[in-house]
């Protein structure tokens, strides 16, 4: 697999790695620790992953040893739990962790088409490029402050909006 792919893929799941790794871990520090291990690993082992679609399962198993391998570093740590309880934590956190993410990307999905094209683009922007935001601004005869707060508000909406159809699914 091509380098820039693979950051692509690791940044799109970055998020639903740290969760599986703080169901295991004992707070959000251990999680950067193990998660930085986990993608150096990654990096080096690159050549192992030939599809888009073997990423996850892969990542999951390469970040699964390297919580493996923290808690025995920590192993004279009170606050941590046995390795057959962390091993059934893991399991139940990868099926809820699949389907609530995939709730999530449905009600944003859905929530998105909500709004015009205009505010779309604006909300997308900051994930496209480091100076999307500002070329918009410069493009429309605008300040980038000013499109920053539209765009915090849009954000705002969004949000509430994700949450209501979250909260109706459920």
Known sequence: MEKDRFLTLFLRHERELAAIARASLPDWNAVDDVLQEASLVMWRKIDQLQADDEFIPWARMVLRFEVLKY???CSRDRLLLDDDLVALI???????????VQEQRSAIRACLGKFSAEH???LLAPYTREEA???????AGKTANSLYK???RLRTKLHDC????L???S
């Open 162 to 165: 994700v949450r209501m159809q």
């Open 71 to 73: 808690r025995r570093s």
């Open 150 to 152: 539209r765009l915090g």
């Open 90 to 100: 893991a399991i139940e956190a990868k099926d809820e962790t699949s389907e609530y």
């Open 120 to 122: 779309q683009k604006l």
């Open 167 to 169: 909260e109706t699914a």
């Open 133 to 139: 935001v500002k070329e918009m601004a410069e493009a």
